[in-house]
């Protein structure tokens, strides 16, 4: 049988990531990941995590890629730089790429050995931006964030699904499937909870695996959409 692993936000935590795939998930090439997004700032290996997924397509792994709002924020600050705006004969300051840095912009250059964003090789670039925003698989919906319920379909608000993190699932909108997602942090019982007892419309799948100083987070979660089994990998990135 195939298996669906559903594997949630990485943030540049690669050998945790390669431990989580490769002692415990252990894909054939009959099995399809699907990586929920945020590979990117605030852990170590930022440059490293998309390499090694690089590679395990290129090994003939199926893999499905989506976006989340850190690979927006990259991608923003790459197109602010390109196109700056001048005061006089002072060149503006790239406020999107301040904000990203911020938000662990700064672990991610420093992986990609570049000083300036816009010296990022345009291979990342073009793999970001053909990021897909959502999959369905089976009685899933599997999307970053989550989906705009205010509006008549859920599915036109793209912009929603990296960033959302307050919404009430209306089933009826998204033909009674379940959403899995990332990008909210939130403690590992509840997630345990949430996959266990099936009583929510959602599974949150983010554990928080960069803060592995917080008590209840720092793993790394895959979840198999067939079997409901869930793998837990503890931080194990030195940083």
Not at 135 to 155: Q, S
Not at 167 to 196: A, C, M, T, W
Request: aromatic share 12%; hydrophobic share 40%.
């Amino acid at each position: 049988m195939q298996k669906h692993w559903v594997i949630s936000d990485i943030h540049g935590c690669l050998f945790t990531l390669r431990s989580l795939i490769e002692t415990k998930i252990k894909p054939t090439e009959n099995d399809e990941l699907i990586f929920l997004g945020d590979y990117i700032d605030r852990g170590p290996e930022s440059k490293g995590v998309i390499d090694y997924i690089m590679n395990l397509s290129n090994q003939g792994i199926q893999i499905v890629c989506l976006k989340g709002n850190h690979e927006e924020y990259i991608l923003s600050a790459f197109e602010a730089e390109k196109t700056p705006k001048k005061i006089l004969f002072w060149k503006k300051k790239n406020l999107v790429f301040e904000e990203w840095l911020h938000h662990g912009g700064t672990e991610a250059m420093k992986s990609f050995e570049i000083e300036n964003i816009s010296q990022i090789d345009q291979k990342y670039i073009e793999w970001f931006q053909n990021l897909q925003h959502y999959v369905i698989r089976g009685n899933y919906i599997i999307v970053h964030a989550g989906l705009n319920f205010a509006i008549d379909n859920p599915f036109e608000d793209t912009r929603a699904m990296l960033w959302t993190r307050d919404y009430e699932v209306i089933p009826e909108k998204i033909e009674n499937r379940k959403i899995i997602h990332g990008h909210v942090p939130i403690s590992l019982d509840f997630i345990l909870e949430s996959v266990q007892s099936g009583k929510y419309p959602f599974i949150d799948l983010d554990n928080g695996c960069v803060y592995k100083e917080k008590v209840g987070m720092g793993n790394l979660l895959a979840y198999e959409i067939n079997t409901k089994e869930l793998l837990i990998q503890y931080n194990a990135d030195v940083y």
